[in-house]
Structures are given as structure tokens and as C-alpha cells.
């Protein structure tokens, strides 16, 4: 294709067009900010079908937040194993744990209801293996905030629609690179955005070998049409 580079969607026609696919399918996330920040730490590095296994036996395993705050580590990554990294990630829940208590008197994020978006996520990424992408998933799953996590579907997917340039020279998304992504999106349509990207990148948009000649973006994707 010769001539002028097609032009990148706006957001708000991307996000008509996977609305009407996907539904703002929410990915079995958690209304419980807590609980939602044990069920993105149990994703890590960790397939969609493994992850939530792994959450509901850690949940089987401590049904309730008093019997994981007296759970020693060793303890809490037994139900893990199944998921991977299950050493790294209990050593993380406890020392999130032993930190809300010592913070809030017990085992809860309830007070971050209370605070601002900054407040909220500076808070969450002080926690032991919470970055920029869990904070924001839990203030956007759980605290009803109009954030843009931006895991590797939303990644991959901002890239092609040329709304972003990678800042690092292997490509990958660093946290300024967050912050770009999520400034070129309008608050009202970060939550339906994230959610359907999420879609998007495991249906279509793949890694290796994206299935483009399905993808209900095709017709406005740069990456599609400067193939035509």
C-alpha cells in the first residue's frame, strides 16, 4: 500500500464496535477490592484457566480474610502450587497482609474508598508485587475508578491501533508507558475499553498470528489496512 498511513480509530468507535462484540464481559474480577488484588496476584505469569483455579483454592483453603491474616506463608502457598511462582506469591500475600493489619487494624482495603485516585493507587503500589497494571485493576474492578490497567492484550492493542509508541527499546510497556495509554483514552470509556481489549487479545488480537481477517476491528485497524 502506497500513499498516506491510515489513520488511528478514536477510541469511542473502537470501543462501540467491541461493545457490541464482547458486552463489557468483566472477567470473573472481584467486587471486593482485597479479593480482587489476591485474584490478580494469583494471574501472574499464569494462564486464565489456572489462575482462577488457583484463586478459588486459595478461598476454599481460607474462607475467610481472619484465617489468611494468622496463615503462615508456607501455609498460603499450598493452594498456589498449582498456578506457578507459588513461594514468590504467598511470601507477597503475607507481607500484604501482615501490612493491612499493622495499617487498618485487620485484614481489609475498605479505606480506600475513601481515598483519592492518587492516594489509592500510590497506597496499592507500595504493597509487596503490586505495580502500576494491579493497582489500577483493582481500583478499576473493585473501587469503581476510571482507570486504564494496561496488561499485554491492552499493550499489544494500543500499538497496533497506533496510539502509542514504545518508549523501550525491546518494546515492552513501561509504567510512563501506562500513563500514555491511559491519557489518550476518555475517562467514561476505560472500564469497556480494558475489559473488551482483555477480549480482544485472547480471541483476535494474539501475540503470534492474529487473527485479523475476523477481527471486528479489521476495517479500521492501521495494522490491517496498510496490508490491503
Known amino acids: ?10 477510541p469511542r468507535v473502537v470501543a462501540r464496535l467491541l461493545r457490541a462484540r464482547y458486552a463489557d464481559h468483566a472477567h ?6 482485597l479479593e480482587e488484588l489476591l485474584f490478580i496476584l494469583c494471574s501472574t505469569k499464569t494462564q486464565e484457566s489456572s489462575y482462577r483455579e488457583t484463586f478459588y483454592a486459595l478461598k476454599d483453603e481460607f474462607p475467610t480474610f481472619a484465617k489468611l491474616a494468622e496463615a503462615p506463608a508456607e501455609y498460603i502457598a499450598k493452594p498456589l ?33 475513601r ?3 492518587a492516594e ?9 508485587g503490586v505495580g502500576k497494571k494491579v493497582a489500577r485493576c483493582v481500583m478499576m ?41 491511559q491519557k489518550k483514552i476518555p475517562p467514561g470509556l476505560r472500564h469497556s475499553l480494558h475489559v473488551n481489549f482483555v477480549s480482544l487479545g485472547r480471541e483476535f488480537c494474539t501475540a503470534g498470528a492474529p487473527g485479523c481477517g475476523e477481527c471486528p476491528l479489521s476495517a479500521i485497524c492501521p495494522k490491517v489496512l496498510v496490508l490491503r
Open 1 to 10: 500500500m502506497t500513499g498516506t498511513p491510515p489513520r488511528s480509530p478514536t
Open 28 to 33: 470473573f474480577n472481584r467486587k471486593n477490592p
Open 81 to 113: 502450587v498449582r498456578g506457578g511462582l507459588h513461594r514468590q506469591k504467598s511470601a507477597a500475600i503475607r507481607e500484604i497482609c501482615d501490612r493491612l493489619i499493622r495499617r487498618f487494624g485487620r485484614l481489609t482495603l475498605a479505606p480506600l474508598h
Open 115 to 117: 481515598m483519592s485516585d
Open 120 to 128: 489509592c493507587e500510590a497506597f496499592l503500589m507500595s504493597l509487596p
Open 141 to 181: 474492578y473493585s473501587l469503581g475508578r476510571e482507570v486504564f490497567p494496561v496488561d499485554t492484550h491492552c499493550w499489544r492493542i494500543a500499538l497496533r491501533l497506533g496510539w502509542v509508541r514504545p518508549t523501550q527499546k525491546d518494546g515492552h510497556c513501561a509504567p510512563r508507558d501506562m500513563d500514555r495509554v
